[in-house]
């Protein structure tokens, strides 16, 4: 499975990209909405982990923006983030997220959830 991994912070990143590549996913990452809507231009991941708080596009831009730039396309987004208030997780999903994930995780909900939204 290929997978678009938008997190700004490096340390994070690191630690997503790593559990995703010992269970042997392909892994494309981007520090922020816009360089995600870059890679989104050019490829179609099967799933997206997404944080919200983000220098120069933050997630819930990001959201709304796939709705408008790539219509019709289904994207099974899964939120990675420490904005866990019920405010922000009703948001995301209205916005399309499949499911909201908040920090610090554990790396086998991830992969866990993670199945569950890319299950066709």
């Known amino acids: ?6 997190e700004d912070d490096a ?8 559990v995703l590549q010992r269970e042997s996913h ?3 990452e981007a520090t922020d909405g816009l360089q995600a809507l870059a890679v989104l231009a050019n490829q179609k991941p099967d799933a997206i982990i997404l944080d919200i708080n983000m220098p120069n596009m933050d997630g819930l831009t990001l959201l709304s923006r796939l709705k408008s730039d790539f219509p019709g396309e ?3 987004v899964l939120m990675l983030t420490a904005q866990s208030a019920p405010e922000d997780i009703k948001r995301a999903v209205q916005l399309g ?9 554990e790396p086998r909900q991830l992969l866990r959830r993670l199945d569950r939204i890319t299950r066709v």
């Open 1 to 6: 499975m290929h997978i678009l991994v938008v």
């Open 11 to 18: 340390t994070v990143r690191e630690l997503i990209v790593s």
């Open 26 to 28: 392909s892994v494309t």
């Open 74 to 76: 289904a994207f099974s």
């Open 97 to 105: 997220a499949k499911d909201y994930i908040g920090k610090p995780f």
